[in-house]
């Protein structure tokens, strides 16, 4: 528990009360409102709950004025540019780097686990071929409480981890074959010899007709995408999974309500949002006539991909996210495609602009993200469920915290009630 030291007093209505104040390991102090309503007989405001802390945690921490993410106080850009996505996983679940005996045993433990039941391919095959991935990916995460039965007892501290490990390894999959399915290509199953990021490249791109290598390059890329997008606090999807699991809902059905939330365009598609705005920009020549319109505050057009809400200075993934794309780009080349070499040149007429760099508004993760899928050759609908994938140990570690957590409660947000009062039913012959 965050150490409390202090106490604010609240005064209205000729009366006082006395709030602690907890102090937390970083970040500003915490005024504790629980018993507000009960002594005070009052809700707090706060729309959007963004001066609310509804949870104690340790996972991550953000410092939007420094551009600091911290992953169980391992800075982001050393855990990107150092590690690999399956050891900060385990980071996020268990709270420390693992021996490389923790490592391999478990890696062993999600690559065994990648397999889905066979069944579940009728699921794919009851969506419309022109279903969005997302769609399908809530469906189907969904519907895994309906084949694990083994791993839905939230009070069984075994039956979390297994639930923490399928829905880790399960998910590549169930975005690959949702990919699959849209192309109207058949189904590629995970192999134990390849990486995680790996695996879901090969399912993602492999055909049976023909050998399929995926470039180490693009792997690395990909892992780099997992891990950058990994977790990032208390945001909307991770906020919704904590809510849904306070009313002790099973793990699958959690996760599927995050996967839900992240399907929002404020939330999970800016990255593709970036694309669309590559794509309307159209070609380099184009770039100074939309560069000024992004600085006229009369025209509606702004420039995705750049600034970001919660980093006021620079987005600390996107520099590691930018190496990967230039790597990617060298590899695969921009003179054929009009949308990264427009993108390229964005960045470079942005970053020499005194406006953007006045302004702190530089390429976040968003921007090389989507450069980086797009030269892979994802469609923009896969954007989001990549995001989703690699969002999924976030949620998961989340979530096992709050069950954990001995102040946990159901959720239950109050309101400013502003309709009409209390009023007498009138017949409707009398209306």
Not at 398 to 405: R, S
Request: aromatic content about 10%.
């Amino acid at each position: 528990m965050a150490e409390t030291s202090k106490t604010a007093t609240l005064t209205f209505d000729n009366k006082s009360i006395e709030l602690p104040i907890h102090s937390p390991t970083a970040g500003p102090d915490v005024i504790d409102i629980r018993k507000l309503y009960g002594q005070g007989d009052v809700f707090t405001y706060d729309p959007g709950f963004t001066s609310t802390a509804a949870c104690e945690s340790t996972i991550t921490f953000i410092d939007g004025e420094k551009g600091e993410l911290l992953h169980r106080g391992y800075p982001i850009d050393q855990l990107a540019s150092k590690s690999h996505y399956l050891e900060v996983c385990y980071l996020l679940l268990y709270g420390e780097l693992p021996s490389a005996e923790q490592l391999e045993t478990f890696e062993t433990t999600i690559t065994h686990h990648t397999m889905l039941h066979e069944q579940m391919q009728y699921f794919f095959r009851g969506f419309r071929r022109d279903a969005h991935p997302m769609a399908i990916m809530v469906g189907v995460v969904g519907a895994m409480a309906a084949f694990y039965h083994d791993s839905t007892d939230i009070s069984d501290p075994h039956q979390r981890e297994v639930a923490s490990h399928r829905l880790i390894a399960k998910m590549p999959t169930i975005a690959a074959w949702a990919y699959k399915y849209s192309i109207g290509q058949p189904f590629v199953y995970p192999r134990n010899d390849l990486t995680y990021a790996e695996n879901f490249l090969h399912m993602c791109f492999a055909v049976p007709a023909e050998e399929y290598k995926v470039d180490p390059i693009l792997s690395r890329a990909m892992d780099r995408i997992f891990t950058l997008h990994a977790d990032h606090e208390q945001n909307a999807s991770t906020s919704t999974v904590r809510l849904a699991s306070s009313s002790g809902a099973n793990p699958f059905a959690c996760i599927a309500a995050g996967i839900a939330c992240l399907w929002g365009p404020a939330h999970g598609g800016a990255n593709q949002a970036c694309l669309e705005m590559l794509k309307e920009i159209g070609s380099p020549e184009n770039i100074p006539e939309y560069i000024a319109r992004a600085k006229d505050k009369e025209d509606p057009f702004r420039l995705m991909g750049f600034g970001h809400r919660v980093y006021k200075n620079f987005d600390p993934r996107a520099t590691v996210m930018k190496q990967s794309a230039d790597e990617v780009l060298d590899l695969l080349g921009v003179e054929n495609n009009p949308i990264l070499a427009t993108a390229k040149e964005l960045e470079k007429q942005a970053l020499d602009d005194p406006y953007f760099a006045e302004k702190k508004l530089f390429p976040n993760v968003d921007f090389y993200s989507g450069i980086i899928l797009e030269a892979m050759g994802f469609p923009t609908s896969m954007f989001t469920p990549i995001f989703a994938l690699s969002r999924t140990v976030g949620w998961v570690s989340q979530w096992k915290e709050q069950l954990g957590d001995p102040t946990m409660r159901i959720g239950r947000p109050r309101q400013l009630y502003t309709g009409a009062p209390c009023r007498d039913y009138v017949e409707v012959e009398k209306r």
